[in-house]
């Protein structure tokens, strides 16, 4: 049962327009989400997170908006540039214990195309 | 300040052997997890050691096993292996203090390739 689902395995945008990257979870407690990025060969590198208590966080080229209703959160990449050009995972996690599991969706391949 | 150090990054074992793959936090980390990434299936959580202790598994046999020594250095090992154990096997290390208002960030060391044939 996947409590974190990505539901689109990959996505082509071309560069300079908004790539829009999806997921969607279950677990109504989840109250702090990840988008992790991740090139071949390398692991994955945090990017960007946002709390529950918001529905939206900002970091330079990145958003990434929830909503809890929907169990829903998207990052946002404005403009795409070739470098976003990777994997990239959603993660969740429940409750403030520092001991607490961070779910990872299967992912997301982003193609930036010229 | 160095990243997450994995090693081997590449191995390839036959079925029935066992293995074991180590990891080297950043420093002052305290908490290691392990995570079994395939194709399809984004990152499956293995297990996690904060003070020399496990304190959450994923949903693995229990052929996985892992554990940390005193530096936070931390060892995950595999028996009887599996054609299916063929993945890439990532360890990430935090702090492990998380607030109300943000939770523990994870870095990745950059994993070690398992093949079994």
């Known amino acids: 049962d996947q409590q974190v689902k990505q539901n689109s395995p990959s996505l082509s945008v071309q560069e300079g327009r908004i790539s829009i990257l999806n997921c969607d979870y279950t677990n109504s407690m989840f109250d702090y989400f990840l988008w992790y990025k991740k090139y071949p060969a390398e692991g994955p590198t945090f990017l960007i997170s946002?709390?529950?208590?918001?529905d939206k966080n900002e970091d330079g080229r990145f958003t990434v908006f929830l909503n809890k209703s929907a169990k829903h959160l998207s990052l946002h990449i404005v403009p795409s540039q070739p470098g976003d050009s990777a994997v990239y995972f959603c993660a969740a996690s429940a409750g403030y214990s520092s001991a607490s599991k961070i779910i990872f969706g299967s992912g997301t391949r982003l193609s930036i195309r010229p | 300040k160095a990243g997450v150090t994995q090693t081997p990054r590449y191995l390839i074992k036959t079925r029935g052997q066992q293995v074991t793959l180590s990891c080297s936090p950043i420093?002052?980390?305290?908490?290691v997890s392990w995570y079994q990434q395939t194709p399809g299936q984004g990152l499956q959580f293995l297990f996690e050691?904060?003070?020399?202790?496990?304190?959450n598994k994923g949903n693995f046999p229990g052929r996985f096993s892992g554990r940390q020594f005193s530096n936070s250095r931390s060892e995950m090992n595999v028996s009887t292996l599996e054609l299916g154990d063929s993945a890439l096997y990532l360890c990430?290390?935090?702090?492990?203090?998380?607030?109300?208002?943000?939770?523990?960030?994870?870095?990745f060391g950059p994993g070690t390739r398992l093949t079994v044939l």
């Open positions: 946002i709390s529950s208590i918001k």
């Open positions: 420093s002052g980390h305290r908490s």
């Open positions: 050691y904060f003070s020399e202790t496990q304190r």
């Open positions: 990430a290390s935090s702090l492990a203090k998380r607030t109300s208002a943000n939770t523990d960030t994870q870095y």
